[in-house]
Nanobody, 117 residues
Framework: QVQLVESGGGLVQPGGSLRLSCAASGSIGSIYVMGWYRQAPGKQRELVARITPGGSTDYADSVEGRFTISRDNAKNSVYLQMNSLKPEDTAVYYC???????????WGQGTQVTVSS
């Protein structure tokens, strides 16, 4: 079973930036879709961004143009660069690894992102 460890969360002011990282204990290359999801208090977990092994990406409408997902297969890592952060981006952010584009597989423990002045 792969372990995913997220890092990089924290408190940031509106308009600021954060870069989340996710390190996997096993391979993420060749066949795995990597994704970032988030869950705000009282809300369902939602997809933020995902990336195929070949680097094709998909974003939620709410983050399109502000967030960028990337991966480094050699380092078994995936990243989420978040710019122009808004209070509504406040949530716990989770990394996932899956063989299915539409169904997340393994989950990390999450990292808290708080956007507040």
């Amino acid at each position: 079973q792969v372990q995913l460890v997220e890092s990089g969360g924290g408190l940031v002011q509106p308009g600021g930036s954060l870069r989340l990282s996710c390190a996997a204990s096993g391979s993420i290359g060749s066949i795995y879709v990597m994704g970032w999801y988030r869950q705000a208090p009282g809300k369902q977990r939602e997809l933020v961004a995902r990336i195929t092994p070949g680097g094709s990406t998909d974003y939620a409408d709410s983050v399109e143009g502000r967030f960028t997902i990337s991966r480094d297969n050699a380092k078994n890592s995936v990243y989420l660069q978040m710019n122009s952060l808004k209070p509504e981006d406040t949530a716990v952010y989770y990394c996932t690894r899956s063989t299915n584009w539409n169904i997340p597989g393994s989950w990390g423990q999450g990292t808290q992102v708080t956007v507040s002045s």
